[in-house]
């Protein structure tokens, strides 16, 4: 499978990952045939990639981190609790217990520790499968640390929980394509104090979980909100969910901007540790964070285009490659190169939409299939 925007689509291609509507259902089902007129709709929902099974990925395996039925099952469930609170102002974190052990199991039956995936969210439903991604990440990270069930447990569900208090900002706020103005900016900084009040009682909810949800802005600086406390304290799992959350935002396509290449945010993100981030926790997220995601598009040094298909804990920027077109023979090609393997050749850089858009060489390679 690969990752192609949907303008590259010529409609037939197997639809290889289900992707969820805003009510829940299915937007676009795996392993039924992809019809033109679902542009439109990924287009109105905000979507413009999706992971397609083709004859030119044939064999390129791009696997989530957990399975695909925990992924959904875990966003209506936080939908479900929204929800509930909206009509009741009454939580039921009990019914989350579920779903965070089985996250947890899922990430701790993989052998290697990598977040080798793109996580592809509609705008309207991008709340939700953001707390559930970063609930993801932070449980790989706190692995990758040495944590152990327990305390992971506390990263899963503080990750689930931690934007709760958004619930409580108007959706025209939230969703306002324009630059906010202070003062809806200001109502936007209240989320997590407002959430922190929701659980601040929660027996179910430790002191971690709880920090989490209160603490993820606050800044090593100290420039954070809502309390402006520096880097010795704030708590670890605040930390954690910090780099999970602004690594999750920034590769998410949002109402006002297009996603950052992981590339790209892990680079923003390394200038980040000298006042935001914490750097020691950085680090150790950076090792887990695959550059080139299996199925991604990338240009080689060479000027040749390949599909990623495989990455390797010991090298995540020199994947192994699918190496498809030359853009100077304008010749079609089918060559496996381990990056590792080979000096002369590296990854330039990933291929973005507009990049295939508005080179017909790049277009037509994309489109054989
Ligand atoms: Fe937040
Ligand atoms: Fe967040």
């Not at 025209?172 to 659980?199: A, C, M, R, W």
């Amino acid at each position: 499978m690969r990752l192609v925007p949907i303008e590259c689509l010529n409609g037939g291609e197997i639809i290889a990952k289900t992707i969820i509507d805003e009510t829940g259902s299915r937007l676009l089902s795996r392993n039924t045939s992809f019809k033109p007129y679902y542009k439109q709709k990924l287009v109105e929902r905000g979507i413009e990639k999706i992971y397609i099974a083709d004859e030119l990925s044939e064999g390129i395996e791009s696997k989530d981190v957990i399975s695909e039925k925990v992924r959904v099952e875990t966003i209506d469930l936080v939908k479900d609790m929204v929800s509930l609170f909206k009509a009741t102002q009454q939580i039921d974190v009990n019914r989350l217990e579920d779903s965070v052990i089985r996250i947890i199991e899922d990430i701790l039956n993989n052998k290697e520790i990598l977040y080798d995936m793109v996580d592809i969210k509609t705008k309207d439903n991008y709340t939700y499968c953001h707390c559930v991604n970063v609930s993801v990440l932070c449980v790989m990270l706190g692995r990758k640390m040495g944590a152990n069930r327990s305390y992971l447990k506390k990263l899963a569900l503080g990750g689930l929980l931690h934007d709760f208090g958004k619930i409580l900002i108007p959706d025209e706020i939230l969703n306002k394509p324009l630059k906010l103005s202070n003062t809806e900016f200001d109502l936007v900084k209240l989320h997590p104090f407002q959430g922190y009040q929701i659980f601040k009682d929660h027996p179910l909810l430790t002191p971690i979980s709880k920090a989490m949800i209160l603490m993820h802005h606050e800044q090593i600086s100290g420039e954070g909100y809502p309390l402006g406390v520096p880097r010795d304290k704030i708590p670890e799992g605040a930390k954690i969910c910090a780099i999970c959350d602004v690594f999750d935002a920034m590769t998410s396509k949002r109402i006002h901007r297009d996603p950052y290449t992981i590339i790209d945010t892990l680079n923003e993100m390394e200038k980040m540790t000298r006042y935001h981030l914490d750097p020691d926790i950085f680090k150790i997220f950076r090792s887990i964070i695959c550059y080139y995601p299996v199925g991604t598009t990338v240009l080689l040094t060479d000027e040749t285009i390949a599909i990623v298909e495989k990455n390797k804990t010991e090298s995540i920027s020199q994947p192994t490659v699918r190496v498809i077109y030359d853009l100077k023979s304008q010749q079609e090609l089918f060559k496996r190169l381990d990056l590792m393997l080979c000096d002369d050749v590296k990854i330039k850089r990933e291929l973005i939409p507009e990049e295939y858009m508005n080179n017909p060489s790049i277009l037509r390679a994309m489109k054989q299939s």
